[in-house]
């Protein structure tokens, strides 16, 4: 007797297919807690990291592979909802210029301000970061540097926007993430032990020379207007990084790469 394969979904009046297209989003993301990742190595990244899809979704066909089978069953095992689509189905559910034969949908994790903070720790603070790509790139940096964790002060785009999941490669899953108002930074920071160092372009100190003293928090201004004066002056000191151009600012990304490895760079043993 041969026994029926899972049916394939082709409309895209499905609402289980409208449902996850509506999590492109925002107000979507943030009412219903979920965010979309693409591609196997992503969700291999979201295994090893503990995460557990609500939904997989993949192209019919797509999962011969013993990699995308052993996904598939890790999905099935955890209860989430399993859908076999048709390409075009596919193409309206993965992103437009990096089409992925599978996705994942899984639910956001945020942790509240830490209340214990080690001597060796280093945390970021970003305020108002606007391009998803950027904070994407951050959290793969801070990830890099094992840094332990992200705050994102005021009003931040969303890390788990497709655009700043994808640029985290995977990272997204392992870097630990707080939203905060400036207020409760503010205050939270106040108990700060160690340097609170702000980058700043009228900052005196090279970024190089400063001794930091642990535990380290970073906090980086936003693309458009940087540091905002309430966190400049809850800074304890301010670096620059030197440019020996005519340019403006280097990119926040680039800026704040800079800045953790300087920061990270004796505690890496790699
Ligand atoms: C694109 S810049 C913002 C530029 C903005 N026009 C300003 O006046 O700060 C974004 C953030 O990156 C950091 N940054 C960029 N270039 C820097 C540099 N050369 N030195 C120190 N911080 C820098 C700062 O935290 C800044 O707020």
Same mark, same amino acid.
């Given at each position: &007797?041969?026994?029926?394969?899972?049916?394939?979904?082709? *409309?895209?009046? #499905?609402?289980?297919?409208?449902?996850?297209? $509506?999590?492109?989003?925002?107000?979507?993301?943030?009412?219903?807690?979920?965010?979309?990742?693409?591609?196997?190595?992503?969700?291999?990244?979201?295994?090893?990291?503990?995460?557990?899809?609500?939904?997989?979704?993949?192209?019919?066909? !797509?999962?011969?592979?013993?990699?995308?089978?052993?996904?598939?069953?890790? $999905?099935? #095992?955890?209860? !989430?909802?399993?859908?076999?689509? *048709?390409?075009?189905?596919?193409?309206?559910?993965?992103?437009?210029?990096?089409?992925? !034969?599978?996705?994942?949908?899984?639910?956001?994790?945020?942790?509240?301000?830490?209340?214990?903070?080690?001597?060796?720790?280093?945390?970021?603070?970003?305020?108002?970061?606007?391009?998803?790509? #950027?904070?994407?790139?951050?959290?793969?940096?801070?990830?890099?540097?094992? $840094?332990?964790?992200?705050?994102?002060?005021?009003?931040?785009?969303?890390?788990?926007?497709?655009? %700043?999941?994808?640029?985290? &490669?995977?990272?997204?899953? !392992?870097?630990?993430?707080?939203?905060? *108002?400036?207020?409760?930074?503010?205050?939270?920071?106040?108990?700060?032990?160690?340097?609170?160092?702000?980058?700043?372009?009228?900052?005196?100190?090279?970024?190089?020379?400063? $001794?930091?003293?642990?535990? %380290?928090?970073?906090? &980086?201004?936003?693309?458009?207007?940087?540091?905002?004066?309430?966190?400049?002056?809850?800074?304890?000191?301010?670096?620059?990084?030197?440019?020996?151009?005519?340019?403006?600012?280097? #990119?926040?990304?680039?800026?704040?790469?800079?800045?953790?490895?300087?920061?990270?760079?004796?505690?890496?043993?790699?």
């Amino acid at each position: &007797m041969t026994t029926a394969g899972p049916r394939v979904i082709t *409309s895209l009046t #499905n609402d289980r297919i409208k449902a996850i297209r $509506a999590l492109d989003m925002r107000k979507e993301r943030k009412e219903t807690g979920l965010f979309v990742a693409e591609g196997t190595s992503i969700l291999v990244t979201a295994r090893d990291a503990g995460f557990e899809p609500t939904s997989l979704v993949y192209q019919a066909g !797509a999962a011969g592979s013993p990699l995308s089978r052993s996904l598939v069953g890790w $999905a099935l #095992n955890a209860g !989430a909802d399993v859908l076999e689509v *048709s390409e075009v189905v596919l193409s309206k559910l993965s992103s437009k210029d990096n089409p992925q !034969a599978m996705l994942g949908v899984f639910r956001q994790r945020w942790i509240d301000l830490p209340e214990h903070v080690g001597n060796d720790d280093c945390w970021l603070a970003l305020e108002e970061v606007r391009d998803p790509g #950027n904070l994407g790139t951050i959290i793969r940096t801070v990830d890099a540097v094992g $840094a332990k964790g992200i705050i994102l002060v005021g009003n931040s785009c969303d890390p788990y926007s497709r655009e %700043a999941v994808r640029a985290t &490669m995977g990272s997204v899953f !392992a870097v630990p993430m707080v939203r905060a *108002s400036r207020e409760a930074f503010l205050q939270w920071r106040s108990k700060w032990r160690g340097d609170v160092v702000g980058t700043h372009l009228d900052a005196q100190e090279d970024f190089r020379r400063a $001794a930091y003293k642990g535990p %380290a928090l970073l906090v &980086m201004g936003s693309e458009g207007p940087g540091l905002s004066d309430s966190l400049t002056r809850a800074c304890s000191r301010l670096v620059k990084i030197p440019m020996a151009g005519k340019l403006d600012s280097l #990119n926040l990304a680039v800026a704040t790469a800079l800045t953790l490895y300087q920061i990270r760079g004796g505690a890496l043993k790699i």
